[in-house]
């Protein structure tokens, strides 16, 4: 073949497709991804609030995970917990996004097909949750449509590639839309593509903060919190004289509200009108209960010191705390329902669907089970419970102090179980004798001369009658207690110590009301709770 031959060929052969660059597609999905999120954000806002994407499938992923999970997360990130599983799914999902938009770029439609998929399980999550609406499925179905139109025109943009200017295209071959030929065609179909996802995840965004404004359920309900004014109680919880030791930097003996520990499986704050909050006591009972919240303001209200402390507490850890609760006991209301001489549980339910098993017994001896409406003399915080929550000293907060409680459930251990008792937690979980050491801090440098050691012991609904410090390895030296509130409260103590230069080892042990001595055998969370006996180190110079 001549050259003039071979020239007329390769002008006669249609012209090859420049190559797609991988960072197109992955940008694709990604913008599709953000576009498709605000959207369904959107959509939750307007039709179904407790059903957004996000919370849904953060809601299922709390809901499969195993205890394992549910400990490293809170020991990692501890209150954050929430705020990081958030951000993980997200980091997923950007992932996946970005897999879709080359499967889109490369192989359509199977992009499409991974963001309508996704948006069905986002739908089927949200339609099995506690309480779903009819439109709980919206926001999610919303989702993955945007989400799958998006990545196609994304898709469809970024395969608008440039024709190298050295190819010749004969007159009757066609190019593909948008498609240019010459020098300098790449930058302005680059720049072309990059506003279009852009604008995409910008539109996403300004979906997400419309939503976010529009929404008006959270700002009616905090309406209503801030005109409730809260009942005289009949009695109140006084603080003794000298029930708080002058050391600074030892923890407040009444945690404020804003400080108190979160931990629940609410990914978004459930949104109770207290003019809908109902009550329902049932089950093995002789009568049904059912209270409304103008009937449980009517009754006589006690003000209770409660200390609260979680399962999932490391020893030395700060997943606990003590507040001043408002509310009406359980065991009237309980006496009002008549539960059956075979009950010996309570199944309690939040409006979110959560459930904890509190021992029947519990909730109608001599302590102060609460429905606690006031935290700290304001009506409860939303994400501690608002309108209406249990308080019940002596107990971890996983089989008793269930927020936004709307069902209580009188049956027996045999019968019914709970969330937690599901994945593997003991059943009645009382909280374990325990102390803390608060000052010195870790690894804080002292100069040597006089010390204080200071902390916090508790065994709720028994009472501390001692706490001991050792210093390295001599012998238990007797700390000074302050007065506690009750036995339902911790009781803060400190120790004078005589520092001298080098590095040290400081121990806590507490001695129950009851003569239980606080156990040195370390033991996980898992099933009911951490054991061991608290330590820090120290440098003095």
Same mark, same amino acid.
Request: charged residues 20%.
């Given at each position: 073949m001549t050259g003039s031959e071979e020239d007329r060929a390769r002008r006669a052969r249609p012209a090859e497709p420049a190559r797609r660059p991988v960072w197109r597609g992955a940008l694709a999905g990604v913008a599709a991804a953000i576009f498709a999120a605000g959207i369904g954000e959107l959509a939750a806002a307007i039709v179904a609030p407790e059903s957004g994407p996000f919370v849904v499938v953060?809601?299922?992923?709390?809901?499969?995970?195993?205890?394992?999970?549910?400990?490293?997360?809170i020991a990692l990130f501890g209150t954050a917990d929430k705020l990081a599983l958030l951000v993980g799914i997200g980091l997923v999902l950007a992932v996946v996004a970005a897999g879709a938009g080359l499967l889109e770029l490369r192989r359509p439609p199977w992009g499409r097909v991974v963001f309508a998929a996704a948006g069905i399980l986002g739908a089927v999550a949200a339609a099995t949750r506690a309480g779903a609406g009819q439109l709980a499925i919206v926001p999610s179905a919303a989702a993955g449509l945007a989400g799958a139109v998006a990545v196609m025109l994304l898709a469809r943009r970024a395969s608008d590639a440039p024709v190298?200017?050295?190819?010749?295209?004969?007159?009757?071959?066609q190019l593909p839309s948008g498609a240019r030929v010459g020098p300098g065609a790449a930058a302005p179909d680059r720049r072309r593509f990059l506003v279009w996802a852009g604008g995409a995840a910008a539109v996403g965004l300004l979906a997400a903060v419309v939503g976010s404004v529009a929404e008006t359920g959270r700002r009616a309900v905090q309406a209503a919190r801030s005109a409730i004014r809260l009942p005289a109680p009949t009695t109140t919880s006084t603080i003794p004289p000298g029930a708080e030791v002058d050391v600074p930097g030892v923890t407040p003996l009444i945690t404020a509200n804003a400080d108190f520990y979160r931990i629940d499986t609410a990914l978004r704050v459930p949104e109770v009108d207290p003019a809908d909050w109902r009550l329902r006591i049932h089950g093995l009972v002789e009568r049904e209960v059912t209270l409304s919240w103008e009937e449980l303001l009517a009754?006589?209200?006690?003000?209770?010191?409660?200390t609260l402390a979680c399962v999932s507490n490391e020893v030395g850890g700060p997943l606990i705390g003590t507040a001043l609760w408002l509310g009406h006991p359980i065991r009237d209301l309980l006496a009002k329902?008549? &539960?059956?001489?075979?009950?010996?549980?309570? $199944?309690?339910?939040? %409006?979110?669907g959560f459930t904890a098993g509190t021992p029947l017994e519990a909730l109608q001896d001599d302590r102060d089970a609460i429905l606690a409406i006031g935290m700290n003399g304001t009506p409860l915080p939303l994400?501690?419970?608002? &309108?209406?929550?249990?308080?019940?000293?002596? $107990?971890?907060?996983? %089989?008793?102090?269930?927020k936004w409680?709307?069902?209580?459930?009188?049956?027996?251990?045999?019968e019914a179980s709970a969330y937690w008792t599901d994945r593997g937690w003991s059943a009645r979980g009382p909280i374990k004798l325990?102390?803390?050491?608060?000052?010195?801090r870790q690894g804080q440098p002292l100069d040597a001369g006089p010390v204080a050691i200071a902390g916090v012991a508790w065994h709720p609904h028994t009472g501390i009658a001692a706490v001991d410090v050792q210093i390295d390895d001599g012998d238990w030296q007797p700390a000074e207690l302050a007065t506690a509130i009750s036995d339902d409260t911790w009781v803060q103590w400190r120790l004078a110590w005589e520092a001298t230069a080098g590095q040290h080892t400081l121990r806590v042990r507490a001695t129950g009301a009851d003569g239980e001595v606080q156990t040195a055998t370390e033991r996980p969370v898992v099933p009911d709770g951490a054991t061991g006996l608290h330590e820090r180190t120290v440098t003095v110079r």
């Open positions: 953060g809601a299922a992923l709390i809901d499969v995970a195993p205890p394992w999970a549910k400990d490293a997360a190298p200017s050295h190819v010749q295209v004969p007159s009757d071959v009754l006589p209200m006690i003000e209770r010191a409660t329902a008549g &539960p059956r001489p075979d009950a010996d549980m309570v $199944l309690s339910r939040s %409006v979110d994400d501690h419970g608002f &309108p209406v929550r249990m308080v019940v000293p002596g $107990l971890y907060g996983y %089989v008793s102090a269930t409680v709307v069902d209580l459930e009188v049956t027996r251990f045999d325990s102390s803390r050491i608060d000052v010195p």
